[in-house]
């Protein structure tokens, strides 16, 4: 499966921007998937994550409350929602998947994953 991180941009601390992650040579609904972001200097960070039957979600404890993951099936996409962005959530985002244990199951590192998308830069100004 090949992914496709789009929709960062400049947005004002408050505001909101939703990120997707478009998959292509399989359909998204058959990986569980997850986000990560990446500041300048530091590790990439666990942001949030959705089985591959879409009923269970986990969230760092950074955006809990203010970040949704979603499926959007018709689109064959996963879908970060993001609001109440802060200085601290710049970032590159990106979205990663693999095939799961089970329909239940969702990932919260790195190493879990099989696949990377190129990521999208999200810049929060203060």
């Known amino acids: 499966v090949q992914l496709q991180a789009f929709g960062g941009g400049l947005v004002q601390a408050g505001g909101s921007l939703r990120l997707s992650c478009a998959a292509s040579?399989?359909?998204?609904?058959?990986?569980?998937v997850g986000w990560f972001r990446q500041a300048p200097g530091k590790e990439r960070d666990f942001v949030a994550a959705?089985?591959?039957?879409?009923?269970?979600?986990h969230y760092a404890d950074v955006v809990k409350g203010r970040f949704t993951i979603h499926r959007d099936i018709a689109e064959n996409t996963v879908i970060l929602q993001m609001y109440s962005l802060r200085p601290d959530d710049t970032a590159v985002y990106y979205c990663?998947?693999?095939?799961?244990?089970?329909?239940?199951?969702?990932?919260?590192?790195?190493?879990?994953?099989?696949?990377w998308g190129q990521g999208t830069q999200v810049t929060v100004s203060s």
């Open positions: 040579g399989r359909t998204a609904s058959s990986y569980a």
């Open positions: 959705i089985s591959r039957g879409g009923d269970n979600t």
């Open positions: 990663a998947a693999r095939a799961p244990w089970n329909n239940d199951y969702v990932y919260s590192t790195p190493r879990d994953y099989s696949y």
